[in-house]
T-cell receptor, first 110, second 113 residues
């Protein structure tokens, strides 16, 4: 069966520091992969999606970037975090139009 | 832009009662999905209903879709405290390999024991 992993589960970072969140999927090949951010009490905002290795589409302009170095690995990065980057980050993969989510990373930027 | 909007934003009921949540969307769709999110966790896919379906059941869940009104409802029957969660509807933005979903802001359901 397919599983999706995200780490770390929680992260506290100072403003201006770099960020790297990793997501890996097991049990499937060539999945569509997604990064979402969820602010407190809000819906999900799609940040990036990828349909294949090295193929990244950005949904909103920001100081975040994404990379897909391997088929089942999706990385969210920033060179310098802002206070507004705080939130709950979710990775997901899709099959037949349905999305399956990882456990999320709670990021607090101080 | 946001496609689906859930209503109400929050709902509080007693265990054993039924809970109904609604979702309205703006453009034509080929399917609509409902997800659940427990506090601090990832979303879990509950059910997908296609545009040519009017009603679908899964255990205690019943989903309806009215494409003429661009609306859907999620009914949870005989609710339990464990059903406490946020519920989101989601609709596709585009098809093919560039498949994406847009999510509403969700309905926070609280089931009191």
């Amino acid at each position: 069966s397919q599983t999706i992993h995200q780490w770390p589960a929680t992260l506290v970072q100072p403003v201006g520091s770099p960020l790297s969140l990793e997501c890996t999927v097991e049990g499937t090949s060539n999945p569509n992969l997604y990064w979402y951010r969820q602010a407190a009490g809000r819906g999900l905002q799609l940040l990036f999606y990828s349909v294949g290795i090295g193929q990244i589409s950005s949904e909103v302009p920001q100081n975040l970037s994404a990379s897909r170095p391997q088929d089942r690995q999706f990385i969210l990065s920033s060179k310098k975090l802002l206070l507004s980057d705080s939130g709950f980050y979710l990775c997901a993969w899709s099959v037949d139009g349905r999305e399956f989510f990882g456990p999320g990373t709670r990021l607090t930027v101080l | 832009s946001q496609q689906g909007e859930e209503d109400p934003q929050a709902l509080s009921i007693q265990e054993g009662e039924n809970a109904t949540m609604n979702c309205s969307y703006k453009t034509s769709i080929n399917n609509l999905q409902w997800y659940r999110q427990n506090s601090g966790r990832g979303l879990v896919h509950l059910i997908l209903i296609r545009s040519n379906e009017r009603e679908k059941h899964s255990g205690r869940l019943r989903v309806t879709l009215d494409t003429s009104k661009k609306s859907s409802s999620l009914l949870i029957t005989a609710s339990r405290a464990a059903d406490t969660a946020s519920y989101f509807c989601a609709t596709p933005i585009s098809g093919g390999s560039n498949y994406k979903l847009t999510f509403g802001k969700g309905t926070l359901l609280t089931v009191n024991p």
